[in-house]
């Protein structure tokens, strides 16, 4: 089986950084998706990451540690409409398996 | 840019009503998902398809699914005999354009309500 853990909510404050935490644990694992969601709406691709370390696309980056069964998303310079929830996604074989997501509260 | 389609947005039936969920994928993707979140829960996988079969399903897929590309272009999920609990978002995703598991891309999806 899988198992992605992931903390339910988040806080922090427009301009400030963020980073979200996911750990896995799961046989046959591929690699590791970040997707974003918000209320209402379908999730949409962030990243994937295969090999160990960190990949960066503008104000998000993701870093990913295979041994450790560990991924982070960090966001920076963060924007009200960054407020949405986060989920970590592993694959293995031909499924995408969700964590729980995490909810991210932006404060002005 | 490229798409994953949906139809319909919002569907509403009587229980134990069949109801056909339709997505176009996106057209060079060979891998499609279903997967639904109900409201306020995560998104739960249901099944993948590739090469016109399935490849792998969970617990949720029962012998009430079915999943078909009935002309090789629309991937559609069929629900036989719906529940009230059937009641959720589905969602559509495709990827694999550029081998499996690289991308995978969400439609909109089907509000699909159960009365």
């Known amino acids: 089986g899988q198992n992605i853990d992931q903390p339910t909510e988040m806080t922090a404050t427009e301009g400030a950084i963020v980073q979200i935490n996911c750990t896995y644990q799961t046989s046959g694992f591929n690699g590791l998706f970040w997707y974003q969601q918000h209320a209402g709406e379908a999730p949409t691709f962030l990243s994937y990451?295969?090999?160990?370390g960190l990949e960066e696309k503008g104000r998000f980056s993701s870093f990913l540690s295979r041994s450790k069964g560990y991924s982070y998303l960090l966001l920076k310079e963060l924007q009200m409409k960054d407020s949405a929830s986060y989920l970590c996604?592993?694959?293995?074989?031909?499924?995408?398996?969700f964590g729980k997501g995490t909810r991210l509260h932006i404060l002005p | 840019e490229p798409e994953v389609t949906q139809t319909p947005s919002h569907q509403v039936t009587q229980m134990g009503q069949e109801v056909i969920l339709r997505c176009v994928p996106i057209?060079?993707?060979?891998?499609f998902y279903w997967y639904r979140q109900i409201l306020g829960q995560k998104v739960e996988f249901l099944v993948s398809?590739?090469?016109?079969?399935?490849?792998?399903k969970s617990e949720i897929f029962d012998d009430q699914f079915s999943v078909e590309r009935p002309d090789g272009s629309n991937f559609t999920l069929k629900i036989r005999s719906t529940k009230l609990e059937d009641s959720a978002m589905y969602f559509c995703a495709t990827g694999g354009g550029g081998g499996a598991n690289t991308e995978a891309f969400f439609g909109q999806g089907t509000r699909l309500t159960v009365v």
């Open positions: 057209s060079n993707h060979l891998y």
């Open positions: 990451n295969v090999l160990d």
């Open positions: 398809f590739y090469n016109n079969e399935i490849s792998e």
């Open positions: 996604a592993v694959t293995r074989d031909d499924k995408i398996i």
